[in-house]
């Protein structure tokens, strides 16, 4: 089973799929911005709340000011890796999805994985290297 469908919470959102049929349906227009790929599966995406989107833009502008000139910050954007095109997010009601992206980060040699809880006001980091 892929490692990330053994999480309950997750193998309730997903449909079975290879990367070259996931690109498929993305270049027909079939796939919407409402799901993400994950090892071989369509996730559904929770919909961002309002707080959800605060965190989101309160951290961007935050870092954006911090950041070094030659440095560039994105915001939410996939990133290809492997069979899956995980999207980070600010965990408002998505945490066990989130955790469960932390192997498929793990396993592409990032370094750093930080799920920001906002139900609960902290920072969970999670060092890979």
């Known amino acids: 089973m892929i490692a ?3 999480n309950s919470e ?5 449909v079975p799929l290879t990367l070259r049929q996931y690109h498929t349906l993305v270049n027909k227009g079939t796939i ?3 799901v993400e790929f994950i090892e ?3 996730i559904e995406k929770i919909p961002m709340s309002p707080l959800h989107e605060f965190i989101i833009l309160e951290l961007f502008e935050l870092i954006q000011r911090h950041l070094l000139p030659n440095l560039i910050l ?6 290809s890796i492997e069979n899956s095109e995980p999207e980070p997010e600010i965990s408002v009601t998505s945490h066990n ?3 469960a ?4 980060y793990a396993r592409a040699q990032i370094p750093e994985y930080l799920i ?3 139900q609960q006001c902290r920072a969970v980091k999670d060092l890979m290297a």
Do not use: Q, S
């Open 4 to 6: 990330a469908l053994e």
């Open 10 to 14: 997750v193998r309730k959102h997903a």
């Open 32 to 34: 919407t911005n409402d």
């Open 40 to 42: 071989g599966a369509l």
């Open 74 to 79: 994105r915001k939410e954007a996939p990133i």
């Open 97 to 99: 999805i989130d955790f």
């Open 101 to 104: 992206k932390a192997d498929i």
């Open 116 to 118: 920001l809880d906002a």
